[in-house]
């Protein structure tokens, strides 16, 4: 039962271009989304959060965009720099269901930038 | 100001064994989850405690995983006759009260059972 899916396991991008990942979710009670950051051996960094009653939020390199009426948010890195290469975890915090500790990931999107 | 501190980083043990997994939380926090990665998946939520108090344990396996969160000392996840399964990356994370999807987590424990 996947309620956050990142469909893409890995990405190529080349070094000063957009990186794009993708995530959809199925439970339209959810109302709090993040984006968290993987190095290999390290635990998740949390990189960026949305609310659900916005459907951008920009910090930096990093914009996150929601579409409520698809059920998709997506993550844009600009310009992508080399170390940027880490896996990204989408996630979800149903916080009007749960009191928002119970946060749901998505496999990961592992993304390479190329120098 | 000390991160989410997890250990032992890497545990291995045998089949039948018990593991115990260490996690203190961030200075000022007072709540702590357990996720548990497998392979080529995402985290799944396991755990969330206060001090003294399990809040939810949704997550657990109902048989051979337990954890606690004592007043004084680390939070532990204990798993009892170990099975290769139970093979993963389990990582803690904790919060401020209040803001309980402002995670923090720690570098994990990987667990490798033989």
């Known amino acids: 039962d996947q309620q956050v899916k990142q469909n893409s396991p890995s990405l190529s991008v080349q070094e000063g271009r957009i990186s794009i990942l993708n995530c959809d979710y199925t439970?339209?009670?959810?109302?709090?989304f993040l984006w968290y950051k993987k190095y290999p051996a390290e635990g998740p960094t949390f990189l960026i959060s949305i609310s659900s009653i916005k459907d951008k939020n920009e910090d930096g390199r990093f914009t996150v965009f929601l579409n409520k009426s698809a059920k998709h948010l997506s993550l844009h890195i600009v310009p992508s720099q080399p170390g940027d290469s880490a896996v990204y975890f989408c996630a979800a915090n149903p916080s009007g269901l749960t009191g928002g500790f119970k946060t749901i990931f998505g496999a990961g999107t592992r993304l390479f930038v190329k120098a | 100001n000390a991160g989410v501190m997890q250990n032992p980083r890497h545990l291995v043990r045998r089949r039948g064994q018990e593991a115990r997994l260490r996690c203190s939380p961030m200075?000022?926090?007072?709540?702590v989850y357990w996720y548990r990665q497998l392979p080529e998946e995402g985290l799944k939520f396991m755990v969330y405690?206060?001090?003294?108090?399990?809040?939810?344990e949704s997550g657990m396996p109902k048989e051979r995983f337990s954890a606690e969160f004592p007043k004084e000392g680390p939070s532990i996840l204990r798993i009892q006759q170990v099975v290769r399964g139970d093979s993963a990356a389990y990582f803690c994370?904790?919060?401020?009260?209040?803001?309980?999807?402002?995670?923090?987590f720690g570098p994990g424990t990987r667990l490798t059972v033989t």
């Open positions: 200075k000022g926090h007072s709540h």
């Open positions: 994370a904790s919060s401020r009260s209040g803001t309980e999807y402002e995670q923090y």
């Open positions: 405690l206060q001090k003294e108090n399990i809040i939810d």
């Open positions: 439970n339209s009670m959810f109302d709090y």
